[in-house]
């Protein structure tokens, strides 16, 4: 297999023009981010304040969605691949954002709002989304996130498969079973942010949105693991 110039420490960059799979993700994804910012012209003082709120909101949306976007680039310009199970598990993807675009920036500004003390009294809040239905949404949204995380995890599982015909170093498969190890651990993460939602209080249930915020102590932990792995095997190989 002809490789390209390496493009990341590591890592041979295998996928050179871009495809019409990856065009059609960058629709997607440009669309999603689109339905995210959209929101109407404030007709008031009030309404203008508030907007700041609604501005973290977006803030924590534009960074999940160009956190999903890297991972998807990265995939292809790694490994190049445009076979069946690509496709397949690339079209599942591009679905669950379009799908998840809007509940995504509802569920980030509820969450905005409840922890800066936006809502001061009991039917304000309610009016927004029930307190005893916050659990049910915090779980939905779950499902969504392992599902998007879960199938990136397949896909580098399938090119971890295929590292023979990829020619993938030992460094490249070690940097391959992370972002399988990743996608694991979003999972985990999901279950135990729906588990805590569930199990409290209705007054308290969305504390169990806030088991995200482990998402980067976790994430940075195994990248580094993998990384110090992946510098000694590359030292070994170059002595």
């Known amino acids: ?35 995210i910012v959209a929101s109407s012209v404030p007709t008031n003082f009030d309404a203008l304040v508030a907007l700041w709120r609604e501005a973290i909101a977006v803030a924590f949306c534009f960074a999940l969605i160009l956190l999903i976007w890297s991972k998807h680039h990265a995939f292809h310009r790694r490994y190049g691949l445009d076979d069946g199970p690509t496709v397949f598990l690339n079209s599942i993807v591009l679905f669950l954002i379009m799908i998840f675009a809007y509940p995504l920036k509802y569920l980030a500004l509820f969450m905005v709002n409840f922890f800066t003390g936006y809502f001061e009294s009991g039917p304000q809040i309610m009016a927004v989304m029930p307190l005893d239905r916050v659990d049910i949404f915090i779980t939905i949204y779950s499902v969504g996130y392992a599902a ?13 498969k295929r590292a023979d015909d990829l020619e993938l170093t030992e460094a490249e498969r070690i940097l391959t079973r992370l972002e399988v190890d990743q996608g694991i651990s ?14 409290l209080p209705d007054r308290w249930s969305p504390v169990g949105g806030a088991t995200y915020f482990l998402i980067g102590p976790v994430m940075m932990w195994l990248t580094r693991r993998a990384r110090k792995r992946a510098d000694t095997v590359q030292d070994s190989a170059g002595g």
């Not at 990341?8 to 065009?23: A, I, M, Q, S």
């Not at 998007?148 to 971890?160: E, Q, S, T």
């Open 1 to 35: 297999m002809t490789k390209s110039i390496s493009s990341e420490k590591h890592f041979t960059w295998r996928g050179r023009d871009v495809t019409r799979l990856e065009n059609l993700s960058d629709i997607v994804f440009a669309l999603s981010l689109t339905l």
């Open 148 to 160: 998007v995380f879960g199938i990136f995890a397949l896909l580098y599982a399938h090119a971890l």
């Open 186 to 199: 979003a999972i985990i993460i999901s279950s135990l942010a729906a588990i805590i939602a569930l199990s």
